[in-house]
């Protein structure tokens, strides 16, 4: 299966690729998130690829434990060095990705965060 | 201040399911019906009992709720409550998507992505069957999936198919059928469009024959007539 397939050393350096050796994006071009109205905007999406992706790929999961940021650069996704990713959640659970904004004079702020949950209702 | 913000990864759409061949009041019940079910099954995870949510989350996939086909793709996915099996979480991802609730999107790309061509055709082989059964019974919506399926499940793509289905739903008047026939079609030969527009018309006289008189549009051939002698 795919967890053999394609080791999370491999995610982290952007060679990830479908079941059928396709080469796997997170994005259809290189994308850089230059401002924080920009990353509101089209992160959420980006994320949510990556999430359910490692739902069911163990080796992208570990990839994404390890550093959530430097993958998405791996993978084309450039954001502010103001911008943090953090994930909540031990391995195998279900993940949460923080997303905040840091910088000098002022604590982390929390932008976001996203989770594949359950749907609620219709 | 930003407020924070919790995103779900999924937005919802209203979907017209086979509900809709139904009398108002009959179509109310079955669905204030469905969502006391839903809420139980919901319940059921809450409280750590999975195997009794899938169960329920299943009885109501099968009859064409979105959010309960999503949860049941979740669950096979994560093998909660049941046996890990990407086939099947696969099968009800893109069944909930196809017939068009777009809270699947994700979930059904990385669960597409991540199985052989063999496999993805085992699912669309079942996703057609399943929505071979839903246009039958009169909901057209499912015509557009059928196109859709054969676009962007089948590895790799029948675009004639889908282009037939397509013109179908179109013929159907399926909500931005017209539109995605026009783009599919848009970039094939006058011959193969030819092609396809005779199968169509073909097909449309069967599946007219296929569909009960509620459902059956005004522009469906008469129904051929036993004669004596």
């Given amino acids: 299966m795919l967890d053999e397939m394609t080791s999370s050393q491999d995610w982290e350096q952007g060679r990830g690729a479908t079941a059928d050796g396709v080469a796997w994006g997170l994005v259809a071009a290189p994308t850089c998130l230059e401002d924080l109205e920009r990353v509101e905007r089209h992160l959420p999406e980006i994320l949510g690829r990556a999430l359910a992706r490692s739902w069911i790929d163990a080796g992208f999961s570990k990839a994404l434990q390890r550093d959530p940021k430097r993958l998405l650069q791996a993978y084309g996704v450039t954001l502010p060095r103001s911008v943090e990713l953090r994930i909540e959640g031990r391995e195998g659970a279900r993940p949460r990705i923080v997303v905040s904004e840091v910088g000098r004079g002022f604590r982390p702020r929390r932008l976001m965060y996203l989770q594949l949950v359950m749907v609620a209702g219709r | ?229």
């Fill in chain 2, 1 to 229: 201040m930003r407020a924070l913000s919790v995103l779900t990864l999924l937005f919802a759409v209203s979907l017209a399911m086979a509900a809709s061949a139904m009398p108002p009041e009959t179509a109310w019940d079955q669905r204030a019906a469905e969502e006391v079910a839903f809420k139980a099954a919901m319940d059921h995870l809450h409280r750590g009992e999975a195997a009794e949510a899938v169960d329920s989350f299943r009885h109501l996939a099968v009859n064409g709720h979105s959010a309960a086909q999503i949860n049941l793709a979740i669950l096979y996915t994560r093998g909660e409550g049941v046996p890990s099996d990407r086939l099947a979480a696969t099968r009800w991802a893109w069944r909930a998507r196809l017939m068009g609730d777009r809270r699947a999107a994700s979930l059904s790309d990385a669960l597409l992505e991540a199985l052989p061509a063999r496999s993805r055709n085992v699912v669309a082989d079942r996703l057609r069957e399943d929505l071979e059964a839903l246009a039958a019974a009169g909901a057209f919506q499912a015509f557009l999936a059928l196109g859709r399926l054969e676009a962007e499940v089948r590895t790799p793509p029948r675009l004639d198919d889908a282009g037939v289905w397509l013109m179908l739903a179109a013929a159907f008047e399926v909500s931005q059928a017209r539109r995605m026939r026009d783009r599919l079609i848009a970039g094939v030969t006058d011959a193969r469009r030819l092609s396809m527009e005779a199968r169509a018309g073909e097909a449309f006289t069967v599946w007219c024959d296929r569909l009960t008189s509620p459902a059956r549009p005004v522009t469906c051939p008469a129904p051929a007539m036993a004669t004596d002698g």
